[in-house]
């Protein structure tokens, strides 16, 4: 069976710092795969999805960046973390035909 | 750019009680609908997908049913219990990429 592993669980940056969240999927290959971040009391925001190895779609201009080096890793960085950063981050990946996407347990981001 | 959204925000029933939820959306040319549950700080499981060429699924006492052509689906569940308070979410896509709703905020009063 196919499960989706997301690090940290919890995270508490300062601002300016920089960041990484890892994102690895089990059991398939050649999955899309898609970061998602939720802030309090606010609906999913589609930051970044892949396709493929180096291939990156990026849905709101910001200072994240998104790097996929392998076929089932995907990367969410930063290299000078905001206060507007802050949230909840979720991983999630689809099954092709039909696609459904299935989803990682989240990064909870604070940036203090 | 598709436009999904979820009425109520939030509903609170006694137990026992049958209920629906909202889901509509703004452009019909979708692949397919899906359902997920979000218990507060984890993340989305899913419940039901219905492909565009579907009327409807079930699963259990949950049913969702799906009108393309009026962009707009329904999450029905029966019976509710208090372990089904959480928030639901539907997404849509067209393709590669997912359209969620804001939610709904399901509590069910034992």
Known sequence: SQTIHQ????????????LS?????????????????????????????????????SEVPQ???????????FILSSKKLLLSDSGF???????????TQYFGPGTRLTVL | KQEVTQIPAALS??????????????????YNLQWFRQD?????????????????QTSGRLN???????????????ASQPGDSATYLCAVTPGDEFYFGTGTSLTVIP
């Open chain 2, 13 to 30: 029933v006694p137990e026992g009680e049958n209920l629906v939820l909202n889901c509509s959306f703004t452009d019909s040319a979708i």
């Open chain 2, 40 to 56: 507060p700080g984890k993340g989305l499981t899913s419940l039901l997908l219905i492909q565009s060429s579907q009327r409807e």
């Open chain 1, 21 to 57: 969240l890892e994102c690895t999927v089990e059991g398939t290959s050649n999955p899309n795969l898609y970061w998602y971040r939720q802030a309090a009391g606010r609906g999913l925001q589609l930051l970044f999805y892949s396709v493929g190895i180096g291939q990156i779609s």
């Open chain 1, 7 to 18: 690090w940290p669980a919890t995270l508490v940056q300062p601002v300016g710092s920089p």
């Open chain 1, 89 to 99: 981050y979720l991983c999630a990946w689809t099954v092709p035909y039909p696609d």
């Open chain 2, 64 to 78: 969702a049913s799906l009108d393309k052509s009026s962009g707009r689906s329904t999450l029905y569940i029966a």
């Open chain 1, 63 to 73: 200072n994240l960046s998104a790097s996929r080096p392998q076929d089932r890793q």
